[in-house]
């Protein structure tokens, strides 16, 4: 990513282990949705975060894993089941975050977030804090 180029930037549970590592900071809007990768367990994540100067974001969705910002969510459940997983063996995978919700989360939050900074629309307070849409989401100061 080019921070003179862009003007907001999402990273859905990314591992930041940027070769060559961010070392200069960034002035531009960023959202981190993150589920493995947090901050907390991740000193690449923290040496990020630490570089955003514009507005930061990072949200969590109670049960998520990293395979579940994307279509593993959705498909490993359905395809697990076929040859007979158990239950406990697809949620190791994908997590236990119903994938109907991770998928309206996964969908609602980039949305908000680009239509805000690169549009300027501002589509309510879905980034302002926790939301009653959404109670599964968790805000990391």
Not at 16 to 31: C, G, K, Q, S, Y
Not at 32 to 59: I, K, N
Not at 118 to 126: E, F, K, N, T
Request: proline share 9%; aromatic share 8%; net charge positive.
């Amino acid at each position: 990513m080019d921070p003179v180029r862009a003007r907001a930037g999402l990273a859905m549970d990314g591992p930041m282990e940027a070769n060559p590592a961010v070392t200069t900071d960034i002035h531009r809007p960023f959202m981190l949705m993150t589920a493995s990768y947090t901050r907390a367990a991740s000193p690449y994540v923290e040496t990020f975060w630490r570089r955003l100067r514009g507005r930061r974001l990072d949200v969590q969705a109670t049960g998520a894993v990293h395979a579940s910002y994307g279509d593993n969510m959705t498909l490993v459940p359905q395809a697990g089941r076929l040859p007979g997983l158990p239950e406990k063996q697809i949620r190791s995978m994908v997590g236990t975050l119903d994938p109907d919700r991770g998928v309206l989360i996964q969908q609602a939050y980039p949305r908000a977030f680009f239509d805000r900074h690169l549009s300027g629309r501002h589509c309510g307070d879905l980034l302002d804090g926790l939301s009653r849409a959404f109670p599964e989401v968790v805000y990391h100061p």
